[in-house]
Nanobody
Framework: VQLQAFGGGLVQAGGYLRLSCVVSGGTFSNYVMGWFRQAPGKEREFVAA????????SSATSVKGRFTISRDNAKNTVYLQMNSLKPEDTAVYYC??????????????????WGQGTQVTVSS
């Protein structure tokens, strides 16, 4: 199973970006998908997750109301729409997938498959 994330970039505070993560080599609809991020010098942290059929989503308190996770099972793709970006959102963003859980888990240890990360930089 391979995950490829893209869509990162440099944006001013208040701007927006949409990240995409394409999954290949497995049955995408079987995977719970999540987004995590890691800022320099900090641990990787949960951002958002979505269940297999998009029925359940969860997100970190720091991004609620600004970030939205969604998926298109026909395109084997999970998205992270990021609005009202802040400098503190600057990080490498990783997508992750798991075939064993049924809920949108925020636990990093749950996820078996990881993408390579895409850099998001928000300038003030």
């Amino acid at each position: 199973v391979q995950l490829q994330a893209f869509g990162g970039g440099l944006v001013q505070a208040g701007g927006y970006l949409r990240l995409s993560c394409v999954v290949s080599g497995g049955t995408f609809s079987n995977y719970v998908m999540g987004w995590f991020r890691q800022a320099p010098g900090k641990e990787r942290e949960f951002v958002a997750a979505i269940s297999r059929t998009s029925g359940i989503t969860s997100s970190a308190t720091s991004v609620k109301g600004r970030f939205t996770i969604s998926r298109d099972n026909a395109k084997n793709t999970v998205y992270l729409q990021m609005n009202s970006l802040k400098p503190e959102d600057t990080a490498v963003y990783y997508c992750a997938g798991d075939a064993n859980y049924s809920s949108a888990s925020s636990l990093l240890s749950v996820y078996d498959y990881w993408g390579q990360g895409t850099q998001v930089t928000v300038s003030s």
